[in-house]
């Protein structure tokens, strides 16, 4: 089954203590993407990835690390984690062929931070 | 950065009736997509219109477009207690063959009331 998953689904943790979120997808999509949900504000990207080894910054990536080694993961760094970065966040990919295609979500992280 | 913007915020309707959203956006689109959440969880892909289309079909969903205007419209005709979720436009910009994903709205909130 084609799929974005994320783990963990559920955080709690403490402002300052590094944390890191996994996503992997299936579908050998090269472009993969960070998103923060907060009430009010929509989906704000923080981070993409065009292939691997190739990363950028998006609308919000204040606070936040991303790494593609491998082609399936992007994982998503808080080095240093405050209250501010309690959202939901969701991982998402495509193919990336420059024509119209649409983006697989993951089921989503609830991160709290205390 | 903000991109498309959903109109109404918020929607409740009767089962039955048809749901209409919409969406305005900036910038020169490539495409323009709808997704549905529902509560807490991933975003899943409805349909998707080009920028050189004017209206598309799928099941009970219409969506038109206005390149002009920059505005779309979802319609959802004979509405369902499951429709109830919250619904988003996402604007693929034509960014030159750039890879800075789709900009997300913030969303209309469906209730359909039985």
């Known amino acids: 089954e084609a799929q974005v998953t994320q783990n963990p689904r559920y955080l709690i943790t403490v402002t300052g203590k590094k944390l890191t979120v996994t996503c992997s997808q299936n579908m050998n999509h090269e472009y993969m993407s960070w998103y923060r949900q907060d009430p009010g504000l929509g989906l704000r990207q923080i981070y993409y990835s065009m292939n691997v080894e190739v990363t950028d910054k998006g609308d919000v990536p204040e606070g936040y690390k991303v790494s593609r080694k491998e082609k399936r993961n992007f994982p998503l760094i808080l080095e240093s984690p405050s209250p501010n970065q309690t959202s939901l966040y969701f991982c998402a990919s495509r193919a990336f062929s420059g024509g119209a295609v649409e983006q697989f979500f993951g089921p989503g992280t609830r991160l709290t931070v205390l | ?114």
């Open chain 2, 1 to 114: 950065s903000q991109q498309g913007e959903e109109d109404p915020q918020a929607l409740s309707i009767q089962e039955g009736e048809n749901a209409t959203m919409n969406c305005s956006y900036k910038t020169s689109i490539n495409n323009l997509q709808w997704y549905r959440q529902n509560s807490g969880r991933g975003l899943v892909h409805l349909i998707l219109i080009r920028s050189n289309e004017r209206e598309k079909h799928s099941g009970r969903l219409r969506v038109t477009l206005d390149t002009s205007k920059k505005s779309s419209s979802l319609l959802i005709t004979a509405s369902r207690a499951a429709d109830t979720a919250s619904y988003f436009c996402a604007t693929d910009q034509d960014s030159g063959g750039g890879a800075d994903g789709l900009t997300f709205g913030k969303g209309t909130h469906l209730i359909i009331q039985p």
